[in-house]
């Protein structure tokens, strides 16, 4: 199975940009549709993007569409997503996770599709 490991938190101004990674091992990222997704204290986990094995296809939670970008990298076997114009509220852990399922508009967003989780990295947006 595969195994995700997010790195690039850490802090960072309001208005800045900033750029997270998903690094799998264990199984080729090719084969598995990725998606993006955060959690603040106290809120509910937050579905944010999605991109299918290819890259060809992305798909974005309103509240960051315009202002995130998910990417892939499948010959160094990563996901990026990067995100712009940060605000304070999107200060969070942001997991990123994989599934081997094809690609489908309508549950892309679905945590509940996705079967293979990393541990979350920390962003805070300060103002």
């Known amino acids: 199975q595969v195994q995700l490991v997010e790195s690039g938190g850490g802090l960072v101004q309001a208005g800045g940009s900033h750029r997270l990674s998903c690094a799998a091992s264990?199984?080729?990222?090719?084969?598995?549709?990725v998606g993006w997704f955060r959690q603040a204290p106290g809120k509910e986990r937050e579905s944010l993007a999605a991109?299918?094995?290819?890259?060809?296809?992305?798909y974005y939670a309103d509240s960051v569409k315009g202002r995130f970008a998910i990417s892939r990298d499948n010959v160094k076997n990563t996901v990026y997503l990067q995100m712009n114009s940060l605000k304070p509220e999107d200060t969070a852990v942001y997991y990123c996770?994989?599934?081997?399922?094809?690609?489908?508009?309508?549950?892309?967003?679905?945590?509940?599709?996705?079967?293979?989780w990393g541990q979350g990295t920390q962003v805070t947006v300060s103002s």
């Open positions: 996770a994989a599934d081997r399922g094809y690609w489908n508009d309508r549950n892309s967003l679905s945590p509940l599709r996705y079967d293979y």
């Open positions: 264990g199984r080729t990222l090719s084969n598995y549709v």
């Open positions: 991109i299918s094995r290819s890259g060809d296809t992305t």
